[in-house]
């Protein structure tokens, strides 16, 4: 069992700035990719930053420059660093991760249970 638990979401002014954290626990080799998505109300999923497993670091056009994602893999923990956010960065926010299970196995599309974000204006 592999699970991912999303933290670090809350109420924020306009231009201030949140940082996400999402632990990843339990039978884990190895972590290949980590990526942050949100869901905003009445909009899809969309992607917003994703660290694969060369540790390159992809972002959505709409929060280039202003978030920033990191992992720590000693950890098993990925972070998203918000800042400058905006009240169009409200949703809730979602981890999901890719891995090697301790087995050998590799398990994709693992997702948490999500963390709210609302920024006001």
């Known amino acids: 069992q592999v699970q991912l638990v999303e933290s670090g979401g809350g109420l924020v002014q306009a231009g201030g700035s949140l940082r996400l954290s999402c632990v990843a626990s339990?039978?884990?080799?190895?972590?290949?990719?980590m990526a942050w998505y949100r869901r905003a109300p009445g909009k899809q999923r969309e992607l917003v930053a994703e660290?694969?497993?060369?540790?390159?670091?992809n972002y959505a056009d709409s929060v280039k420059g202003r978030f920033t994602i990191s992992r720590d893999n000693a950890k098993n923990t990925v972070y998203l660093q918000m800042n400058s956010l905006k009240p169009e960065d409200t949703a809730v926010y979602y981890c999901?991760?890719?891995?090697?299970?301790?087995?050998?196995?590799?398990?994709?599309?693992?997702w948490g249970q999500g963390t709210q974000v609302t920024v006001s204006s």
């Open positions: 999901n991760a890719a891995f090697i299970a301790t087995n050998g196995v590799h398990l994709y599309d693992y």
């Open positions: 339990g039978r884990i080799f190895s972590i290949n990719a």
């Open positions: 660290s694969t497993s060369g540790s390159t670091a």
